[in-house]
């Protein structure tokens, strides 16, 4: 069987060649067992600081494609995934740039989801350079799941960063949506899975390192103007409004996206002091 692996890419050359170093050896040994053929679609959006030459040169095998900086995240990864389509794969791993791979991470992502039929999104946990759970499988309301030690747990909605989503969830649902510029994308495949009848589950255990994010955003940061603020909440790395108010719509329904509305608007109004 054959995995696509999707990433994007922009300016972290130093990271993105530690996730590949990360990955290879587990997609090596998956190779020479026989049981798995991995390819590896990055877009690479924009970079100017030489990713793209940097994993070409250490992994010719890898496809590259070209996005012109204003892609993103989620359309990044609309981008690798629409290039990967005509191999037919069997399986496509998302994969950020920025998380390392613990050992056995790609092999327990196929047994899940060969104990699941091949039928559900199976999500990786990550956790912190402190220990902390970062990202992975989620509830509705956003909190993250604690992955059991050793059988998969249910989850509404989950982080793209280790996510195996396998050819029968893409025929039934497709791609992340292009409407989402940068985040959201990966929330809402899990909604638009779980409303097509399909599951998601988070696989047994710690598969990767990936911290997160530190601070607080900029449009919550009292040190920034009000109009600074709300510019950073508009921005593709901010909470866009026609994005969070589809999103919200398709999560929760007019009211709670009216809510969450008025909510984001608050808190750009009354920030975190510091």
């Known amino acids: 069987m054959e995995a696509a692996v999707l990433m994007t890419v922009h300016n972290r050359k130093d990271k993105t060649l530690a996730c590949l170093y990360s990955f290879m050896p587990q997609a090596v040994s998956l ?5 798995f053929a991995f390819s590896i679609w990055m877009t690479d959006d924009g970079c100017t600081d030489g990713t793209a030459d940097a994993v070409v040169s250490a992994f010719p095998h890898v496809h590259i494609v070209k996005g012109d900086g204003n892609l993103y995240w989620n359309r990044g ?13 069997d399986f496509f791993l998302w994969l950020n740039d920025d998380i390392l791979l613990k050992p056995g991470a790609l092999q327990t992502l196929f047994e899940i989801s ?3 039929g091949h039928k559900a999104i ?3 946990t990550a956790e912190g350079s402190d220990g902390t759970l970062s990202y992975g499988g989620r ?3 956003g909190r993250i799941i604690v992955p059991d030690r050793t059988i998969p747990v249910g989850c509404d909605i989950f982080n793209g960063n280790l996510v195996l989503v396998p050819r029968h969830v893409f025929d039934r649902i497709g791609i992340l ?5 940068h985040g959201f994308g990966d929330y809402d495949y899990g909604i638009r899975a779980e409303k097509a009848g399909l599951v998601s589950v988070v696989a047994p255990g710690v598969l990767a390192v990936c911290d997160r994010n530190p601070g607080i955003p900029v449009w919550r940061d009292s040190s920034y103007r009000l109009r600074e603020r709300y510019r950073a909440l508009s921005r593709p790395v901010g909470r866009p409004f026609r994005e969070q108010f589809v999103y919200d719509i398709r999560s929760g329904g007019l009211l709670w996206a009216v809510f ?3 909510s984001l608007n608050l808190k ?7």
């Open 139 to 141: 509830t509705r309301k």
């Open 77 to 89: 990864m609309c981008a690798a995934w629409s290039a990967s389509l005509p191999s037919c794969p």
């Open 260 to 262: 969450h509305f008025i």
């Open 31 to 35: 190779t020479a067992e026989g049981r």
């Open 177 to 181: 949506d292009h409407f989402y510029t």
């Open 114 to 116: 060969s104990a699941m």
């Open 122 to 124: 199976v999500v990786g």
């Open 268 to 274: 750009v109004l009354f920030p975190v002091m510091k």
